[in-house]
T-cell receptor, first 115, second 117 residues
């Protein structure tokens, strides 16, 4: 079974600074997708960024970017110019290319943004 | 386009009772999956439905069941509630099997907070 590991239960960052959240995963599959979801106190899970495993280029969405290392099975999220609204729980997630709508989630990293 | 709607938002039930939670996916989405979120176990996959059929099931006891209707709305049921069933239950919809858009994400509802006393 696939497993996703987030080794940082809590992180903090000063406003306007950069922070990196770590994620590793374990799979025997070659075709899959990786995601970072954000869950603010409102509980709504919101997609931050996604990465296709077959793409070598790292995904970028505005202030959010990933460092995808397929061989190392590592998928870290970098948040640049951190804003107060970035404070939330962040979940790394894995989805197999053949598993439909089934996601495997890490345990989450709680991000605090310090004004 | 309306998002994923879960009802009710909050529930308080007594041990031994049963409960039914509802999820209406985004219009046009036919795949619905359910997750249980607890502080200790994180997000755990319960089951997935597509076209009224269960495609996948997570490692939960038979007290947890679900179904999907022809309009893609889904319900999950928990019978003989236990204290440990207290959790946030999240529903996610997607347009799997994607048809040319293989990397689409799942869209989540705001969840139902179930408290068992």
């Amino acid at each position: 079974a696939q497993t996703v590991t987030q080794s940082q239960p809590e992180m903090s960052v000063q406003e306007a600074e950069t922070v990196t959240l770590s994620c590793t995963y374990d799979t025997s599959e070659s075709d899959y997708y990786l995601f970072w979801y954000k869950q603010p106190p409102s509980r709504q899970m919101i997609l931050v960024i996604r990465q296709e495993a077959y793409k070598q280029q790292n995904a970028t969405e505005n202030r959010f970017s990933v460092n995808f290392q397929k061989a190392a099975k590592s998928f870290s999220l970098k948040i640049s110019d951190s804003q107060l609204g970035d404070a939330a729980m962040y979940f790394c997630a894995y989805r197999s290319a053949r598993d439909g709508n089934q996601f495997y989630f890490g345990t989450g990293t709680s991000l605090t943004v310090i004004p | 386009k309306a998002g994923v709607t879960q009802t009710p938002r909050y529930l308080i039930k007594t041990r031994g009772q049963q409960v039914t939670l509802s999820c209406s996916p985004i219009s046009g989405h036919r795949s619905v999956s359910w997750y249980q979120q607890t502080p200790g176990q994180g997000l755990q996959f319960l089951f997935e439905y597509f076209s009224e059929t269960q495609r996948n099931k997570g490692n939960f006891p038979g007290r947890f069941s679900g179904r999907q209707f022809s309009n893609s709305r889904s319900e999950m049921n928990v019978s003989t509630l236990e204290l440990g069933d207290s959790a946030l239950y999240l529903c996610a919809s997607s347009n799997w099997p994607y048809k040319g858009q293989p990397n689409t994400e799942a869209f989540f509802g705001q969840g139902t907070r179930l408290t068992v006393v």
